[in-house]
């Protein structure tokens, strides 16, 4: 097996670990009241997160996994897309890497929200206003976040996904896909970043991410195109 052939098979494997791993997570963090998941929670959730704390750190973990495939993907990929065009994929790399670090932020925001909820148990109700004040601002911090994360992702797509067009490494009516689906989801993002959003608009993601699980499966089974990884 050839390097371009190993690296369609990693990058295959991160893009599913990067889109299941969150998705798993929301049934560890139910306990957690984070917005963009669409979940309230309990109001008195700080206890909540203390009783379920190994859940907690689980979830912590699948967005652990999905940050260091968020970076590690273009980081394999570079050395295919730098042929094609060196300026767009330093252009994927960082924007995909300001993507995992708002990722890693968020994961560092949802274990203070575990501590904070020991000290919260720990201290007792005299003390419980300050402690909610501090829980809401991590609950903002992670909700602010996965807004910047992922219009740094959506950035990225329309980058990625040009040059696997112009290159093509992979069918062209995959790469179009990925063009069409990324802008339909881009497009919803002044909408959500103002908090006028609905449930509804969800579905406006699929396109996109049944995309990316397509292309996903593609890089495994059938790999880049030959003659365009050696053009």
């Given amino acids: 097996m050839d390097s371009n052939r190993k690296a369609a098979i990693i990058v295959g494997v991160l893009f599913i670990i990067a889109t299941v791993a969150p998705i798993v997570s929301v049934v560890p963090l139910s306990v957690v009241p984070l917005g963009f998941l669409g979940s309230e929670g309990d109001p ?15 979830g912590a973990l699948l967005w652990l996994a999905m940050t260091a495939s968020v970076v590690a993907i273009p980081i394999v990929m570079f050395p295919i897309l730098r042929k094609h065009s060196e300026g767009l994929a ?48 991590l609950l903002a911090a992670i909700d ?3 807004l910047l994360l992922d219009l740094a992702w959506l950035l990225s797509v329309p980058v990625f996904n040009y040059v696997l067009y112009q290159s093509k490494l992979v069918p062209r009516w995959l790469s179009v896909w990925g063009l069409v689906g990324g802008a339909l989801w881009l497009a919803t993002w002044p909408v959500r970043m103002f908090g006028l959003s609905s449930p509804m608009i969800e579905i406006l993601a699929l396109p996109i991410a049944a995309q990316e699980m397509v292309f996903a499966a593609w890089l495994i089974v059938k790999g880049f195109n030959p003659s365009a990884i050696a053009s």
Avoid at 93 to 118: H, K, P, Q, W, Y
């Fill in 144 to 146: 602010w976040g996965s």
């Fill in 44 to 58: 008195d959730y700080l206890t909540v997160i203390s009783d379920n704390e190994n859940q907690v750190i689980v």
């Fill in 90 to 137: 330093l252009g994927y790399v960082g924007a995909r890497i300001f993507e995992g670090f708002f990722d890693a932020a968020n994961v560092m925001s949802l274990l203070l929200l575990l501590s904070l909820s020991r000290e919260f148990v720990t201290a007792g109700a005299p003390v419980a206003s300050h402690f909610q004040t501090s829980g809401a601002l």
